[in-house]
């Protein structure tokens, strides 16, 4: 799969419009983060927020904002390899139809991560994009076709308060225990709705939490890499550095320097 361009969190003014009579030349995966008016077989029909749409290579790309109202989407243009879409076709996804999902902050995440990687210049960048690009595929096909047990939706509004507590204070100490106490839940059923709903451990989306912060920090501050550790949390210089580089395929200081760098050449 190779990922040609990608937006997290674009927003536009209530003028905005794409009209592609020959589609874009590729797939285009849309997040809409608000209702959407799309012209499909020369019928307007209204996609509501927090819904997942994806246009195949070739398909007419026309939609544009709700009247008076701004756009907000995620998005990927991206191509499908040899094989891949024979794959994607097993997980019984339309194309072209507005799929409302309740897992849009998890995908938004998903679609974040892509656009980090893509502008990483890491050497596991592409297989990094791919392995969240199926991520994103199997949580819709999980929306669309799971007919097993569900949770409850308060158990999910309690389980999502917990995940923006621990992207919103990423240095402060969390744990499993705490988790489960602060929504009633035993440590074992916390685990396994969190896995369930975000597709990541608490564990590792904690970790996650700690090194997007890094990232902010390493772009937007002078802080030493030593100093953003203990900001994050860590005690551990090398713990950090590690974790670091698990994540984004190189040391802090080799992303510092290549944001800085992409920084200048704008």
């Not at 536009?12 to 995966?29: K, M, N, T, V």
């Not at 308060?161 to 240095?171: C, G």
């Not at 709903?197 to 890499?225: C, P, W």
């Amino acid at each position: 799969m190779k990922i040609n361009n990608v937006g997290y969190n674009h927003r536009h003014d209530a003028d905005f419009l794409i009209e592609r009579p020959d589609g874009s030349g590729d797939c285009l995966l849309l997040l809409l983060r608000t209702d959407a008016v799309f012209t499909l077989d020369r019928r307007e029909i209204t996609v509501r927020k927090d819904s997942f749409f994806l246009y195949p290579e070739g398909m007419p790309q026309f939609y544009r904002c709700v009247p008076k109202h701004e756009f907000a989407n995620d998005w990927i243009h991206f191509s499908f390899e040899e094989g891949e879409e024979a794959e994607f076709f097993g997980r019984e996804i339309p194309y072209a139809r507005g799929i409302p999902t309740a897992s849009i902050e998890f995908l938004s995440w998903c679609v974040k991560a892509i656009a980090d990687e893509f502008a990483s210049g890491s050497p596991y960048a592409r297989e990094n994009m791919q392995h969240y690009m199926w991520l994103i595929f199997n949580r819709v096909s999980d929306g669309l076709h799971l007919t097993g047990e569900k949770i409850h939706d308060t158990e999910h509004e309690m389980l999502m308060t917990i995940r923006h507590k621990i992207y919103a204070e990423p240095y402060i100490p969390r744990t499993i225990t705490w988790a489960a106490h602060e929504i009633r839940m035993s440590p074992a059923s916390f685990q396994y709705y969190y896995k369930k709903i975000f597709g990541v451990t608490f564990v590792q989306d904690f970790i996650n939490a700690k090194i997007e912060y890094a990232r902010m920090l390493l772009t937007s501050t002078n802080l030493t890499s030593h100093d953003i550790a203990g900001k994050c949390g860590y005690r551990n210089y090398e713990h950090f550095t590690r974790q670091f580089k698990e994540r984004s395929g190189i040391t802090p200081l080799e992303y510092r320097r290549l944001k800085n760098k992409d920084s200048t050449a704008e």
